[in-house]
């Protein structure tokens, strides 16, 4: 077997996955793809077309983003 780690800095057992804003087209291929948040409540996108990865820090690329974005959960229509 492998190795065993002693410290456990996360626990993967239980844990949900990282929440879901909503979606935005991605910058670099135009599909739309799923906005998660990390830790640090900074939002990104892990494009699963390109294979590109957008972290949006600030409050103007989030402002920005969210404008773009479409939330699943709110009944928004537009
Ligand atoms: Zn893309």
């Given at each position: 077997?492998?190795?065993?780690?002693?410290?456990?800095?996360?626990?993967?057992?239980?844990?949900?996955?990282?929440?879901?804003?909503?979606?935005?087209?991605?910058?670099?291929?135009?599909?739309?793809?799923?906005?998660?948040?990390?830790?640090?409540?900074?939002?990104f996108?892990?494009?699963?077309?390109?294979?590109?990865?957008?972290?949006?820090?600030?409050?103007?690329?989030?402002?920005l983003?969210?404008?773009?974005?479409k939330?699943?959960?709110?009944g928004?229509?537009?």
């Amino acid at each position: 077997m492998g190795q065993h780690n002693a410290k456990s800095d996360s626990s993967d057992d239980l844990k949900p996955a990282l929440p879901e804003l909503g979606t935005t087209p991605c910058p670099v291929c135009k599909r739309r793809v799923t906005v998660f948040v990390t830790k640090t409540k900074r939002p990104f996108i892990n494009c699963g077309y390109c294979a590109a990865r957008v972290f949006y820090n600030g409050s103007r690329s989030i402002r920005l983003l969210k404008r773009q974005m479409k939330t699943t959960s709110q009944g928004q229509s537009g």
